[in-house]
T-cell receptor, first 109, second 114 residues
Framework: GQNIDQPTEMTATEGAIVQINCTYQ??????LFWYQQHAGEAPTFLSY????GLEEKGRFSSFLSRSKGYSYLLLKELQMKDSASYLC??????????FGAGTRLFVKA | KAGVTQTPRYLIKTRGQQVTLSCSPI?????VSWYQQTPGQGLQFLFE???????NKGNFPGRFSGRQFSNSRSEMNVSTLELGDSALYLC?????????????FGDGTRLSIL
């Protein structure tokens, strides 16, 4: 089967660093995406990994290990506006994307 | 550049009815995917269209169908609505649907079944 697991909820403090993990088991792998979704809004693209290693983009970084079926999203210098759901998604080939259920991040003052 | 546009934003139907949702992709994008989003389940893939052809579909019953027009606009239809069909339906577009292309999402249609 195809499965993507990520924690349901996380809480962190403003200014801190938080790591959101994602493990996946899929029948194919073309790449891994992270999306951010604020409540009541559409998901928006954050990052893309296709090769093993770390991709850095400002306060956000994403890591991939294909052999372990593992990724994480690292958010630094947390801000209140980072409170949102973070969706891990794998493109499996065949023009299909599998999404995890999402991790709701609460940033507290 | 206009984003992905979905209409209507909200819809209330009763069991047994049918519904049609519309999606206009970003100009130049030819791949359109549809997802159902419910609390706790995340985004469930419904189907993907490119050049008026369905290239893949998820594990949904035949009551869920879709189509794409020559201008890349897409519609999805749900017949014989059930209470469990209440959800946010999201449409996403990309240039060709390649596995390395991020998807751009519309704001969704929130469907409520009474």
């Amino acid at each position: 089967g195809q499965n993507i697991d990520q924690p349901t909820e996380m809480t962190a403090t403003e200014g801190a660093i938080v790591q959101i993990n994602c493990t996946y088991q899929t029948s194919g792998f073309n790449g891994l995406f992270w999306y951010q979704q604020h409540a009541g809004e559409a998901p928006t693209f954050l990052s893309y990994n296709v090769l093993d290693g770390l991709e850095e983009k400002g306060r956000f970084s994403s890591f991939l290990s294909r052999s372990k079926g593992y990724s994480y999203l690292l958010l630094k210098e947390l801000q209140m506006k980072d409170s949102a759901s973070y969706l891990c998604a794998v493109t499996t080939g065949g023009f299909k994307t599998i999404f995890g259920a999402g991790t709701r991040l609460f940033v507290k003052a | 550049k206009a984003g992905v546009t979905q209409t209507p934003r909200y819809l209330i139907k009763t069991r047994g009815q049918q519904v049609t949702l519309s999606c206009s992709p970003i100009s130049g994008h030819r791949s359109v995917s549809w997802y159902q989003q419910t609390p706790g389940q995340g985004l469930q893939f419904l189907f993907e269209y490119f050049s008026e052809t369905q290239r893949n579909k998820g594990n949904f019953p035949g009551r869920f169908s879709g189509r794409q027009f020559s201008n890349s606009r897409s519609e999805m239809n749900v017949s014989t609505l059930e209470l469990g069909d209440s959800a946010l339906y999201l449409c996403a577009s990309s240039q060709t649907g390649g596995g390395n292309q991020p998807q751009h999402f519309g704001d969704g249609t929130r469907l409520s079944i009474l």
